[in-house]
């Protein structure tokens, strides 16, 4: 692992709302850690407050927001604003899990989420890999 | 902090509590005990869980379930006749939707609403608060099967007080399975307490001679060590047992290795008996439910077919009588009526083909595992009970916290989670990491040969990687 | 009348027939035997099924195979393209349309021009003949696995000149099978003889060093006794080795019952074996198929998969190498491409569940069931061989038209059609009637007594009404 | 079984063309005497010649067509023309089994069949009891 003082960037993850499903983001926090990112882990059930409080303790480039009950409509707006309102201007939002309820085709999804102002949303199935290489890129692509 | 004890509360107690309970939402009101026994005893016994599933004829039958909820009363009757009908199912369930469960009753309103103005389910769940009792008795009218509940809630009281008024026979009811998965904010002994509470009032049921069938839910997930998940299942049996719960679903997480799956089932059949008889429940009945373990399923529509013929083996191999089972589309969203019938139907048609057939997993390994997963268990319940002097509710709360009994994916901050546990090359789970379980020597041992058998194989060291490797191999179409 | 006797071909006898073969249609021209062995040699050994099967790699895989067939080339090769990277197949196929089989080349011609204008397939498989060398060459240069003909035609000749000089490394070849289900005008002797040509022609190939691998295909049907089917095999087996075959598979039809499955199964393995020695064949090496009973197959989509997977487990479970099955779209029409990925999918990922899982049936109905098919196929074939002093060829003409071996639904008008299954109470087929099968007193009363069993719980005699039950049962899911 | 002189009527089958698939057919017979029909059984690979020889000679009431292998289209045209040139003018044609090859709707393969001048059209699966009904009600129009 990497010493703290080169992390890759400071990433606060978390399981919002209602949602108790933690096994996926437990392995991405692992992954981010392997990959020499700094992970502020909350755990699930988290609220969007709190999700935003850490962000602005940790100072963190991202907000990595798990959602796999099927509620994301519901939980996920205003998370965007919320971040402006705190001063979180450049903050990177990425959402993933199983974000919608029904059978829908998946740039619907994507779009839906997007239009809330997340920078990239994942379908069912994404890898760590994959992640890291996006968060790399758009880590990079801020400086 | 709240003392937590082993032992039948006192009806004054219960009654007590259950005004605050029924307070908590205005269809609270419409629970009338008496009225709601009487109703149960007007049940045709087809639709009545426990009869069900202790006629003799059934006996030696592997029924499917798996959760089903939509968001409102309609939706929901629709799609409970629909899996009746083309399905051929023999039970039903009511899910309960995520934001009822944690008492977030506002946005489930919300989400009720929407529901019902552009006619798509918003909710993951049926929200059985709302509806009511009346709601609920729409439901159970309007179908020909026993229907019971499945919720994960750290506090499940009005859930259960509603939707059993309402006429459900089975229900969920595991206490430490939802401290350790559906809650991060509460200590174990409020959550054990909670469904103390809803064991005490299916007694209650019981007492007035209707049967209510709540599940021991065990642990789900994937990659956690068969010991593990039994010591976890019959704690809760004893606990259920002591406030005059008569029949218990038992539900065996299967986890894909033959051998091992059906000598820990065995095991749990002996001991559960053994330990109920030993704490003086001999009238209690338990049903054994085996469910592949939950970790990523296959998108890949002949994968997801094969995964359901698995689960139903497994579960026939195992001498389940309840095949619980994840559906075609699993892997992506919450199933519709169509996903659920062809799903049973697949599972029924399977089962059918081996009736009568006396197939059996190598004996020899068989008996290995029985063994080792019997002297584990008895290991870490024992050390349990002898931590609560006898009380095993007391003992609970200890060994949670000190990791002797420990979940290695917990939601709760508390929860050490420092065993872990791995796939062997055969695909039977072995402890990586034991933790603090009061294991022997020779026990470890036997572990660790296993575990260096496949890291020879592998060529490495097992690590996290192998472990998150584990958790999708199912998504593959593969054990290990 | 022809004079047919296990005898192999003179290579000058075989020569002067090839030239009236081949110029039954122009594409026969292009056929260069030693052309043809040059390219054959030149395939990777991944390539040829017989290298691929007996790769000690892959000697405990269970691999899937059914068929498919296209009419034209680029849809065949679409096909096969997809199968073998979307179903991840290990095995590929050509499914020879059934006017090609029965040399209606004009008929042929006219499908095909139709299919090519219209886009759509308008036969029922590819037509090889027509596509000759050149246009099956196209194929096997475009896919990186082993590819066999299927077809089943009375005179198969230019067929399998052709299909084999375009580089097909397996292919079908029974004779007694193409007799009695795939024609009604000859007699046994010209159907025969038609198929020791191909026998002869493959031993040519592997006399220069190329392995060609035919089947053995018995008897497919539903409700024909496991007896029936392996003495038909062996026959075939005996005549193909006798013209120089060296790799044959052996198809075994199961009918559900494990038990009598599996049995067969081991007795057609030792029996293969030891008939094969004593009429010193020691060198002809045997494969192992089996696949469930052609009948009515369900078009529900569930109970399809559960087919799929039962098929599979039943291959598994007896041994087999190739795990011959019907695709989820079988009950209603030819397979699409995704049609078959997603069954081989499904077939696959059921097998690799339980790879390294050692399953068993009931030892003791297993060593019953193994016991009266060895004894039932032994007094059979025996007295074929007697029938022909020694020669299995004769004896066969002779038992054919006796009904000393019998089929229950032949096509042929020259058969008794005495003989007729049907299962008993836990799906094991049993002779309903035996005609004038060689069987002791004591086989019948076995049958009979099982016969009874089903017959008690069923409260009537076992009749035709029943027989069509069993050719149905699978189709409502069920085996009986 | 009834006695041949009170039979309900006389039926040509077979199974046309290349086509081999002996085993609906037969059970279709089988129920057919047992039902108190003369059955005139022609075996596999009939063609239309042989269907029309054999319904003049024993003036049959109905011919019944199984075609399993997927080339009916191709194999059934000109029956009805056939019949009528060999004065078979209200002979009854049924034709079941497994029509059309690759998935087509099955009222358009209905309609394929229909518009070729059989009386009536079967999906596989359909069971004799069906098959005895219909035939009892159209002979009894026919009076
Ligand atoms: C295990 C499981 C559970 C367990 C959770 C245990 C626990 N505490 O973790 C239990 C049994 C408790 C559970 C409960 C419920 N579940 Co659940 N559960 C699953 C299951 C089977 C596996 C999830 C899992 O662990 N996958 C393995 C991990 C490794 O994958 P993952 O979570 O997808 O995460 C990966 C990626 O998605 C991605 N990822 C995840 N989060 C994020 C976030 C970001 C920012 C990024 C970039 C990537 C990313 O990275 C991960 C690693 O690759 C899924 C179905 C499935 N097979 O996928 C259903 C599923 C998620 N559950 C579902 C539902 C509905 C429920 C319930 C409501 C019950 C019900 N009605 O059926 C409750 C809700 C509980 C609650 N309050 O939240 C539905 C959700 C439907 C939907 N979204 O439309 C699913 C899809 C099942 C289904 N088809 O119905 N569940
Ligand atoms: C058994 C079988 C065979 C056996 C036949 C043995 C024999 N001699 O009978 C063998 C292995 C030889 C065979 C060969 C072939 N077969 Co085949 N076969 C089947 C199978 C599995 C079962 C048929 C059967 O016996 N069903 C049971 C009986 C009781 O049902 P039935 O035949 O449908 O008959 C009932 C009704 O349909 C109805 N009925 C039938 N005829 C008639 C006629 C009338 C007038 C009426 C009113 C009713 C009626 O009454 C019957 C009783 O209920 C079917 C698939 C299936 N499961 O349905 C494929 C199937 C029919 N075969 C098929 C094909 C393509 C072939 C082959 C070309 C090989 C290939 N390329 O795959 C060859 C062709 C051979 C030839 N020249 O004809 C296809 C046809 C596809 C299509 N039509 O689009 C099918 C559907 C399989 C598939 N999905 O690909 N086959």
Known sequence: MTDENETKGTMVTGVIGDDVHVVGIRILEHALREAGFKVVALGVQVSQEEFIDAATETNADAILVSSLSGHAQILAPGLREKCIEAGLNDIRLYLGGQLMIGKTAWEDVEKTFMDMGFNRVYPPGVLPPQIIKDLEADLASKK | ?480
């Open chain 2, 1 to 480: 902090m709240i003392d937590i004890r082993n032992k039948k509360i006192e009806e004054d107690v219960f009654f007590q509590e259950r005004e605050q309970v029924l307070s908590e939402w205005p269809t609270g009101k419409e629970v009338d005990l008496d009225e709601a026994i009487t109703f149960h005893k007007n049940l045709p016994p087809h639709k009545v869980w426990a009869k069900k599933m202790l006629d003799p004829r059934n006996r030696s039958e592997t029924f499917a379930i798996t959760g089903m909820g939509k968001t409102t009363l309609e939706q929901q009757i629709e799609l409970l006749r629909y899996v009746q009908d083309e399905g051929q199912a023999e039970l039903l369930a009511t899910s309960v939707d995520s934001f009822t469960r944690v008492h977030k009753y506002d946005v489930v309103e919300k989400g009720l609403r929407e529901s019902m103005e552009t006619g798509q389910s918003r909710l993951n769940g049926l929200p059985v608060v709302h509806h009511g009792v009346n709601g609920i008795r729409k439901i159970i009218e309007s179908v020909d099967l026993p229907v019971g509940t499945r919720y994960g809630a750290a506090d499940p009281r009005l859930i259960d007080e509603i939707s059993l008024a309402g006429g459900h026979t089975g229900c969920s009811g595991d206490g430490l399975y939802n401290f350790w998965n559906m809650n991060s904010k509460l200590p174990p002994e409020t959550v054990l307490r909670n469904h103390q509470y809803v064991h005490r009032l299916i007694g209650y049921y019981e007492e007035h001679g209707v049967p209510i069938t709540p599940a021991c839910q065990g642990m789900y997930g994937g990659g956690i060590p068969s010991s593990l998940v039994m010591t976890a299942l019959l704690t809760q049996m004893l606990m259920m047992a002591e406030q005059g719960v008569k029949h218990v679903m038992l539900h065996f997480t299967a986890q894909g290795n033959l051998a091992q799956d059906v000598g820990s089932a065995r095991t749990l059949q002996k001991l559960s008996r053994e330990y109920l008889d030993r704490f003086g429940h001999k009238d209690v009945v338990t049903i054994l439910t085996t469910g592949l373990s939950l970790v990523g399923y296959p998108v890949e529509l002949g994968s997801a077919f094969a995964a359901i013929a698995f689960n139903s083996i497994v579960a026939k191999l195992c001498g389940a009588q309840i095949n619980d089972i994840r559906t075609v589309s699993e892997a992506m969203t919450i199933p519709t009526k169509e996903d659920i019938a062809i799903t049973f139907r697949s599972a029924k048609v399977i089962v059918d083909f081996f009736k009568g057939q006396a197939i059996q997993v190598d004996p020899k390994n068989l008996e290995i595992e029985s063994q080792m997963s019997e002297m584990e268990t008895r290991m870490i319940l024992d050390r349990v009970i002898e931590l609560g002097d006898g009380d095993v509710a007391v003992g609970l709360i200890q060994a949670i916290q000190s990791g002797i009994l420990d979940h290695p994916f917990a939601t709760s901050p508390l929860v050490p989670c420092h065993v872990m546990g791995i796939k062997d090359k055969h695909g039977a789970v072995r402890y990586l990491n034991h933790g603090n379980l009061p294991f022997t020597k020779e026990i470890l041992a036997f572990h660790k040969e296993k575990i260096t058998e496949r890291e020879k194989d592998l060529g490495k060291k097992m690590d996290y990687e192998t472990v998150v490797n584990d958790l999708l191999a199912i998504s593959r179409g593969v054990l290990v």
